[in-house]
């Protein structure tokens, strides 16, 4: 492959390196921007509406800006900010993949965005058709059989998870207290185990970075609710032993939970479902590409298998008999786990990604996210070799082991070279069993002239690290900030504005 | 056949043969034959994006509650504010929509800052001095109150006034089954909460809305003395926009404020993605949920923003984390920062002021109609409920024909969780903004009228 213009076109984004002063810096009294609508309602003074005891003295101080400083400002934060949109983001496990213009089209759509949360089914049907049909599509892919929208990210739907575990074992009478978790799972994993009311037992991984499945059945008893897994792992590796897996938690009477954030590399080849998982939670902000927002809004809805159903959170969105769309609540419902009916917008925007796809889209949406990381993994096994060097799925681990050893040069050190080099870094240091862990997710929707450009940049890193290891521990340096001294913010905490100017 | 995939067949083929293979399929060679799929997806197969566009415009169009179509008195929580388009504009920068989280912040400068400014805005307006960088709405945010009251005394009982929104609870009561909470609900007394009537000994919180779910605007020093009292800690869940006129949490004297953020430049949008606000005391932000962006340098010594104190965080701490929270509603506080920098201090006073004018102006028309009658003597803000002669969803139906979005019904909000509202039924709640002008009141008052008569 050559590294041809669209690969560098994919790299080297020009970044403002000016620092920017903060919007209260900028406030200069008098100054406004905003414009409200001309009501003629009576202009009564507030004293005569509400007692005095309730009213604030004085005005809470914000800023005063112009509108045109205004968009000055957030349009030179965003010159300061790296995205999918500029350039390649192989951040492993968090699918950066392209986010379809499309579908944020779609949610723009006053049709959908102007309707409020709580009106009568009658007046939102339309909504109501949108979320049974994601519901079904979500269930068609994972292999499910209900599903839940509400969750509004993947660690709420972790939690709401659990506490569908919880509630199917409780209705049975049975008290279980612990679930299992695999030693490179994600830190969500188990906070959210805490938070439902359950102990962690962690499972050790193998020396081919799977489930150590001995360990794992002698972990197994009655008092265990059930295990968190995550397939293909945060390893990149596919469990291969998930049928023995699931086998032996089912005997014992266990619930197997499906950590979906790595579902993209498995779309049309393997379901959740088939693989005899009984809750799988979805990441529509990874696998169905709705945009990750800066850290949010994702969508992380629970789908779970027919002895489950009844204990979904409610209402849910149902079609009646005579085909209208009503909200019901399941009769053993957990509960709410939203204010409302979960990110909308997010479920509006993934259902669009999957009816543009359809199966035979999302079948090679896997297929060319597992092409992309092979290729990677293979093309970079002399420079950076993979911890585990076989077939991956949609992600591989490297490990920059050899240039700590040789050259005193650590992963984070590659990892922020590389923005010099104008990509991403990848994830470092995760998971925890891999040591001087990099993480490549190159998803999809990156060309094969990218990820040459790519490897060629890792490769110049490698060569910096044998002629000078030392500028590598400076980098990044053509960064709008270069290395930013975290102890320090952590040491003495400045969190606002008020804080730094009382300094 | 439509995706958005870049690789032409020569390519792929060509990438294959680099890896020893001859076709896709073989790179799921490893995976165990039994639980492979065989016959591929049970989806229909792709389709252009016209094609979906198509299919959406006719989903939409089966809204009827849609803005064109209905003007909006509706409320709870979720508010028809004006949006101006250079927010809209802003907020959907595609470097903010499309970054993911700030872990590596040389090249995160944009969105940090931004989160350093809403944190600021934030704890202002909460009248605290430690605001996070956003939950995912206003009823997760008060669940995460509640762990941090729970980590902080050690107790597990929980004060929670019925007058905190219906749905909130609700979720409360979801996530209690994990933590072991014990939640006990005062009942509200003519709109007020009525903290006599119950046992506050032990409570590790005492949760208030203010203003409360009828928009009763209660005297929180009340609530505040119970949480003195008993060493508990005070969890304010407050309307945000209320901060233009009226005393803020810390005023109140709260040790914990929430509330639900998308008045500040979020679309109704099916109710999310919101913005779950979050503001405490010092004392309590070890005990912080979620991300934080705090201040400091580069190695070349200019102002540089990072995501801190790290340590209490679930990829660090795991199972003793603070929270499981790991994205929240980032695009939410941008947006949120951008909106508040265009009201400025007098646009929120004034979106404040005229949404109570707006609102007392229908309260005072709507209780001259016969057989309607205000549920609560006290001071309200901008919401409040009236009891109609009528079923409330009868009532609001019938409205919905003359282009009236007249309300909620407050039977349907609670799905009978507040005991202490007599008849609900016949109880809708009404809302009003800056948007509404005197003529749509005054339809909704003639059409109110018709409707009930």
């Known amino acids: 492959m050559t590294a041809a213009p669209g690969g560098r076109a994919a790299s080297a984004p020009l970044l403002g390196h000016e620092t920017e002063p903060t919007m209260f810096e900028m406030s200069v009294p008098g100054r406004s921007s905003y414009q409200l609508r001309t009501t003629d309602v009576p202009a009564v003074s507030l004293d ?82 949108l979320l049974v049909t994601l519901e079904e599509k979500l269930c068609a892919i994972t292999g499910m059989s209900a599903a839940t929208l509400q969750p509004a990210a993947g660690a709420a739907g972790e939690l709401t998870g659990l506490l569908l575990m919880r509630a199917f074992h409780s209705s049975r009478g049975d008290v279980r207290t612990r679930v299992l978790i695999p030693d490179s799972a994600h830190g969500t ?63 014992v009477g266990g619930l197997l939970y499906y950590d979906g954030a790595n579902l993209n590399a498995i779309l049309g080849a393997v379901r959740p479902g088939d693989m005899g998982f009984d809750i799988v939670h979805m990441n529509l902000h990874k696998t169905f590409a709705t945009p990750h927002g800066g850290g949010g809004p994702g969508a992380g809805p629970v789908a779970v298998s027919k002895r489950l159903e009844e204990f979904l959170p409610g209402p849910k969105a149902t079609r009646a008999s005579s085909g209208a769309y009503e909200w019901r609540r399941p009769p053993r419902s957990i509960g709410r786990v939203h204010g409302w009916h979960g990110n909308a917008m997010v479920l509006a925007r993934a259902l669009a990604y999957i009816d543009v796809h359809g199966g035979d889209g999302l079948t090679r949406v896997a297929q060319h996210a597992v092409l992309n990381a092979n290729w990677l993994r293979r093309r970079l096994e002399k420079t950076l070799p993979a911890a585990y060097d076989r077939m991956c799925m949609h992600e591989c681990v490297l490990t920059a082991t050899n240039l700590k050893n040789s050259f005193g040069v650590r992963g984070l050190d590659v990892a922020k070279a590389l923005l010099e080099e104008g990509f991403h870094s990848p994830t ?49 340096q053509t960064t709008p900030v270069s290395r930013v001294d975290e102890a320090r913010a952590a040491r003495h905490l400045i969190s606002t504005e008020d804080a730094s100017s009382r300094r | 056949m439509a995706d958005y995939l870049p690789h032409t067949s020569d390519e792929v083929d060509a990438m294959l043969s680099f890896l020893g293979l001859s076709s896709l399929e073989q790179l799921f060679d490893h995976i165990p034959a039994a639980v ?39 409320g709870a929580g979720a508010y028809d504010h004006e949006v101006p388009a250079v927010v809209k504009m802003l907020g959907s920068r595609s470097e903010f929509v499309t970054a993911y989280t700030p872990y590596q912040p040389e090249v995160a400068q944009g969105v940090l800052q931004a989160i350093f400014e809403y944190q600021t805005l934030i704890s202002r307006l909460s009248g605290l001095p430690i605001a996070n960088a956003s939950l995912y709405d206003g009823a997760t945010a008060l669940v995460e109150a509640l762990n941090m009251a729970a980590g902080a005394t050690q107790r597990s009982k929980m004060v929670v006034s019925t007058g905190v929104h219906p749905h909130w609870r609700d979720v409360l009561r979801t996530f209690a089954a994990g933590t072991g909470y014990d939640i006990i609900e005062v009942p509200l007394r003519d709109g007020l909460t009525d903290w006599d009537s119950v046992d506050a000994t032990g409570a590790a919180a005492i949760v208030a809305s203010y203003p409360n779910y009828l928009g009763v605007l209660e005297d929180i020093g009340v609530a505040k003395r119970l949480s003195v009292a008993n060493d508990a800690l005070l969890v304010l869940g407050a309307d945000p926009i209320a901060a233009g006129v009226l005393k803020t949490a810390g005023q109140w004297g709260a040790d914990v404020f929430v509330g639900e953020g998308q008045p500040f430049g979020t679309p109704l949008a099916f109710g999310g993605p919101y913005l779950g606000l979050f503001a405490c005391s010092d004392e309590q932000v070890r005990r912080l949920p979620g991300r934080i962006v ?51 201090t007098q646009g929120l006073r004034e ?40 079923r409330a969803g009868e009532v609001l139906r019938a409205m919905c024909e003359d282009g009236v979005l007249g309300g909620l019904s407050v039977a ?40 009930v008569r």
Request: with cysteine; aromatic share 6%; glycine share 6%.
């Open chain 2, 412 to 451: 349907e909000l609670t799905n009978g969780s507040d005991g202490s509202l007599e008849d609900p039924s016949h109880v809708v709640l009404v809302a009003v903004t800056e948007r509404r002008t005197r003529e749509q009141i005054d339809h909704y008052v003639d059409v109110l009228r018709k409707v």
């Open chain 2, 294 to 344: 705090g201040e400091t340098v580069d190695s070349n010594d200019r102002r540089a923003f990072v995501t801190t104190l790290r340590a209490r965080e679930q990829d660090i701490r795991r199972e003793r984390a603070t929270s499981n929270v790991c994205t929240n509603q980032t695009l939410m506080a941008v947006t949120a920062a951008i909106q508040l920098g265009w009201l400025g």
């Open chain 1, 428 to 476: 470092v240091y995760f998971p925890l069993i891999v040591e001087e862990a990099l993480m490549f997710e190159p998803t999809e929707t990156e060309s094969p002239q990218t990820l040459e450009a790519l490897a060629q940049a890792v490769e110049r890193i490698a060569q910096r690290a044998h002629d000078d290891p030392e500028s590598l521990h400076r980098a990044p």
């Open chain 1, 189 to 251: 994993n188990p906070a959210s185990v805490t938070l439902g009311g359950y102990e962690v037992t962690t499972i050790p991984s193998n020396e081919r970075g799977l489930v150590d499945l001995a360990a794992l059945k002698a972990a197994l008893g009655p008092d265990v609710a059930g295990i968190m897994l995550t397939n293909p792992n945060t390893v990149g590796l596919f469990e291969e032993e998930i049928v023995d897996i699931a086998h032996a938690v089912h005997d």
């Open chain 2, 36 to 74: 492979r799929l065989s016959q591929g997806l049970e989806l229909a197969p792709g389709m252009s994006e016209p094609d979906v566009a198509d299919y959406f415009n006719r989903l939409t169009r089966a809204n009827r509650a849609q803005a064109s179509a209905l003007t909006c008195f509706a």
């Open chain 1, 48 to 129: 005569a509406l509400i007692p005095l005891d309730h009213l604030n003295s004085s005005d809470v101080d914000l800023v005063e800006l112009s509108e045109r400083d205004l968009v000055g400002h957030f349009t030179r934060l965003s010159h300061r900010q790296f995205s999918v949109d500029l350039g390649m983001y192989p951040l492993g496990s968090c699918t950066m993949k392209y986010n379809p213009k499309f579908c944020d089209a779609v949610a723009a759509d006053p049709g959908l965005n102007s309707v409020h949360p709580g009106v009568p089914a009658e007046l939102c049907q339309g909504w109501l058709e």
């Open chain 2, 351 to 390: 979106v404040a002021t005229r949404s109570a004018q707006g609102a007392h102006y229908l309260f005072e028309h709507a209780c001259q109609i016969e057989g309607v009658t205000p549920v609560s003597s006290q001071p309200f803000f901008r919401e409040f409920a009236l009891r109609v002669p009528h």
